[in-house]
């Protein structure tokens, strides 16, 4: 079963979740946490991986031939992410833009441009303490995380119980990390915030045809709204992890909740469990 | 005219409360809302939306059913899986147009779609250009450089000093088009070890772009070793830290009253981002 953790607005606590939720998990079954948030990638700062393995993403991105070309301008023409110009003497090609397509390449009518790898980031694989670790980086002054999310999401172990750590926010990256989820789990706090971003979360989950519940953390601050709006929207609030200072300090110190206060497993294996409920009842519901 | 945009690397550290009360303090500004995902910034300032746009950005591809004889090869060649048994999946199409250039019997078109909205508003505070980029979208990064280039075009006319943008989470590419071409980058952080790991990646980002950033601590008594390396791990660099504002309760009750904090509350907060907003001024100059 492949669980995303996913929030809309940044810094609800779908790091505290997710890991939480694999080292309540580790004992009884075989867990697997894909840190997709490739920008700020935070989930090893509490798991502290032993990293057994490092590979490079990189998208192919054209290089051209100057002795082939003729300058006929097909590639800039094809190109709808203004990664390649042409001029009269030379071709400009600007690897930051460019999604690796392979139009132009293919399109070439001289079959001048081959494919060069660019490399945009890191994938580390490693264990912690029973858990498989799997982040992904994004380089430094890299524009584009989809292809790196993809690459840790192909490790995903389809047998096992996968923990996905989802980026904040509601575009390609957030789709790109939770599609194919089997139930997606929104991290919010209840505050005008966290209500806002968390609407916004939902309409992306909905849009993807993904089962989701809320994981309410923080509370006690803001106030009651983003209850009412999980009651009218039937939306099953199945966690609440009160503000707390102690939970704060353990945080902020790199700490995870379950090894500073192991109090929390059993709350996180019965949220475990409800997600499986609602899991089958909707396979079920499906097959019928 | 000036621009300074705020970001964080990690999202929640306080970003939007800080843009929101600069939008309180600050004179002749217009400010912008980047963080055009998961936008909050009108959530402390009331607008009311003067001049609502579309946004049509990127393409899709679509397959006449009545055309296709079905031979597969833009599934072939789709390199985001985005075709399957002869079908587009909008979500993964990333609208590069290879399988309608290749369509043996020219059965795929292009279609541009409508990818969001953006807004000029006005707010008690002056203008405040907005958007909202559409459920599971591409090209957010484009929607951020509309915006900026609107706010300017206000800065311009109307002869403003400032351009206050509030930046989305992250170092990606809605980042990078926030930053590019900014006067100053205000980085606000929280004294916790994924708060000092995140800024150290989008601190990375403002020097891989040439732009000066200035650091700002918030919560900084929530862990004061923590405060302290970051300190530190500035000065090292180079960085100026050029704010430590406490912990305080006011913020998210001013939240919930739908005001900037220093509109609600007096206390240590609001002259901790009073004199921030002053030392950003100067670096300004």
């Known amino acids: 079963m492949l669980i995303s953790v996913a929030s809309g607005k940044g810094g609800t606590g779908k790091t505290l979740v997710a890991t939480s939720l694999a080292l309540s998990l580790k004992s009884m079954y075989n867990v697997q946490l894909l840190d997709c948030d490739v920008e700020e990638p935070n989930d090893h700062v509490f798991m502290k991986p032993t990293i057994i393995r490092s590979e490079a993403v990189s998208i192919p991105v054209p290089s051209v031939d100057e002795e082939k070309c003729t300058h006929c301008g097909k590639c800039g023409e094809v190109c709808v992410y203004n990664a390649i110009a042409v001029t009269k003497q030379k071709v400009l090609i600007f690897p930051e833009l460019c999604h690796g397509c392979g139009s132009c390449s293919y399109l070439c009518p001289e079959k001048a441009i081959s494919e060069v790898a660019n490399e945009i980031g890191v994938i580390e694989t490693g264990n912690a303490d029973g858990v498989d670790f799997i982040h992904g980086k994004l380089d430094i002054g890299q524009a584009m995380a989809p292809p790196v999310i993809r690459k840790v999401k192909e490790q995903a172990n389809n047998e096992g119980t996968v923990i996905v750590d989802v980026p904040p926010g509601t575009s390609c990256p957030v789709v790109e990390a939770v599609k194919d989820s089997d139930f997606c789990l929104l991290v919010t706090e209840p505050t005008p915030f966290g209500l806002n971003d968390l609407v916004l979360a939902v309409e992306t989950v909905k849009e993807l045809d993904i089962p989701c519940g809320i994981v309410l953390n923080r509370a006690g601050v803001g106030d009651g709204k983003t209850e009412e709006y999980c009651r009218e929207e039937n939306l099953p609030i199945l966690l609440t992890i009160p503000l707390n200072t102690e939970i704060a300090s353990f945080y902020s110190r790199g700490i995870s909740l379950i090894e500073g206060m192991p109090q929390w497993k059993s709350s996180f294996l019965e949220l475990f469990d409800k997600i499986g409920e609602i899991v089958n009842e909707r396979s079920s519901d499906t097959e019928r | ?285």
Not at chain 2, 76 to 88: G, M
Request: contains cysteine; negative net charge.
């Open chain 2, 1 to 285: 005219m000036k621009e300074v945009v705020i970001l964080s690397g990690k999202g929640g550290t306080g970003k939007t409360s800080i843009v929101g009360s600069f939008a309180a303090i600050a004179q002749s500004k217009v400010l912008a809302d980047c963080d055009v995902d998961a936008a909050d910034l009108h959530l402390l300032l009331s607008p009311s939306v003067k001049e609502e746009n579309e946004f049509w950005s990127g393409q899709v591809a679509v397959i006449d059913e009545e055309k296709c004889t079905q031979c597969g090869l833009c599934q072939d060649v789709c390199r985001f899986d985005a075709i399957k048994d002869f079908k587009v999946d909008p979500i993964s199409c990333e609208g590069c147009g290879f399988c309608s250039h290749i369509c043996p019997v020219e059965a795929i078109d292009m279609k541009e779609s409508l990818s969001g909205h953006w807004f000029i508003s006005d707010t008690k505070y002056g203008h405040l250009v907005h958007a909202r980029l559409g459920i599971a979208q591409e090209n957010s990064g484009k929607l951020v450089a509309l915006v900026r280039q609107r706010a300017k075009q206000i800065a311009e006319r109307d002869g403003l000093d400032y351009i206050i943008s509030d930046g989305p989470p992250g170092i990606g590419c809605p980042v990078i088009s926030s930053l590019s071409g900014a006067n100053l980058a205000l980085l606000v952080t929280e004294p916790t070890l994924s708060g000092i790991h995140d800024l150290e990646r989008v601190l990375g980002v403002c020097h891989h772009f040439g732009i000066t950033a200035l650091v700002c601590i918030n919560k900084y008594d929530l862990n004061e070793d923590n405060t302290r390396q970051i300190e530190d791990y500035c000065l090292n660099l180079g960085v100026e830290v050029a704010a430590r504002v406490p912990f305080d309760n006011v913020v998210t009750e001013a939240l919930v009253q739908g005001l900037p904090v220093v509109e609600y509350s007096q206390g240590e907060v609001t002259q901790e981002i009073e004199s921030l907003w002053q030392r950003i001024g100067l670096a300004l100059q």
